[in-house]
């Protein structure tokens, strides 16, 4: 489905199945004479017929279309080797996420060790050998390696006579990017901020505390001036400061479900996660590995904060790692 948000800007619903966000929501900005896409769907048929067929009801030719990646994961930027036809088109990333872009495309091999680092948190060798056929980020990655053109915090981008300013909003990945129109006072907030669900926040390597990067994006998204927020799922936002509130509220209620946890003694992340509260139906054990990989994420997220704020600690005992509370 699309819909004209505003003169030129294109919402596109892309559905994501057999995945709980169910559906992306690029956007388009069309120009005279070049038009930008910013993210566009998971590497599989049902992601590129949506979305070609809705470039052909717009009636853009690939050739004069550009690319903007928000961020790594492939149901943002899954297509863009599928639909970048001409060498002339550009494809925006930020400069960690695009690293990390080429990576997936390498195969599973090349994961192997970020997917095994999760086995001293409780993880076990056959749930990391599922996701190294099943982790969306290798499933639905992009065709071949991308040619990006790097950008980030500060940098803008003029397409259909509005200017986007880029803004580096890490948190949900290392090197997430938003862009704000400051003539309508548009956010697309990529997964910085979603209207109905809340955005993943995990453990990424070499960040020390992804939920603190996360928090100050929000707070440096709170002090501007947004009419309405376009995020990547779900529906628009249109008072975005009560949604950060609401965001900075749930994460207060995650950090003190870990705290009631660790209060009871040190544990792995992977048995933390088991005890947190999750928006998906079913018992934890039922839980596809994938979305067990994605709670354990959160979990460490929230472990690293209580960290940061001192008032946790991380101990390796032989070959496992436990959180506790700091006494
Ligand atoms: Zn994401």
Not at 192 to 210: F, H, Q
Not at 211 to 224: C, I, P, W
Request: aromatic residues 8%.
């Amino acid at each position: 489905m699309i819909e004209e948000l505003f003169p030129g800007i294109i919402k596109i619903e892309v559905p994501l199945p057999k995945n709980p966000l169910r559906m992306l929501n690029a956007y388009c900005i069309k120009g005279k004479e070049r038009h930008l896409l910013i993210d566009n769907g998971f590497n599989r048929p049902e992601c590129l017929e949506a979305m070609n067929g809705a470039l052909d009801s717009l009636g853009i030719a690939r050739k004069d279309l550009d690319f903007f990646l928000t961020h790594l994961h492939a149901d943002h930027c899954g297509l863009t080797a599928d639909l970048c036809e001409s060498g002339d088109s550009k494809i925006y990333a930020s400069a960690l996420d695009g690293v990390s872009i080429n990576n997936t495309t390498r195969g599973p091999s090349h994961w192997a060790g970020f997917l095994r680092s999760m086995i001293p948190h409780g993880f076990s060798e056959e749930q990391a050998a599922i996701l190294s056929s099943n982790h969306p980020a290798i499933r639905y990655c992009p065709s071949h390696e991308l040619d990006f053109v790097t950008v980030g915090h500060g940098d803008v981008l003029e397409y259909g006579g509005y200017t986007l300013h880029i803004l580096d909003a890490r948190g949900h990945t290392p090197g997430l990017l938003v862009l704000y129109e400051p003539g309508n006072k548009i956010l697309f907030s990529s997964d910085l901020i979603l209207g109905d669900i809340t955005p993943n926040i995990a453990r990424w390597p070499n960040v020390r505390d992804s939920l603190g990067d996360f928090l100050n994006s929000l707070a440096m998204v709170e002090k501007m001036d947004v009419s309405l927020t376009l995020p990547a799922h779900r529906s628009l936002v249109p008072d975005t400061k009560k949604r950060i509130r609401e965001l900075y509220a749930h994460h207060e209620r995650r950090l003190n479900e870990v705290r009631e946890l660790l209060a009871k003694g040190p544990r792995q992340a992977y048995d933390v996660a088991a005890h947190m509260t999750w928006d998906m139906r079913g018992e934890w054990e039922d839980f596809p590995v994938p979305q067990k990989w994605f709670a354990c994420g959160e979990a460490l997220s929230h472990l690293d904060r209580l960290v940061a704020l001192g008032e946790a600690e991380e101990k390796t005992q032989g070959e496992t790692i436990v959180f506790g509370l700091k006494r």
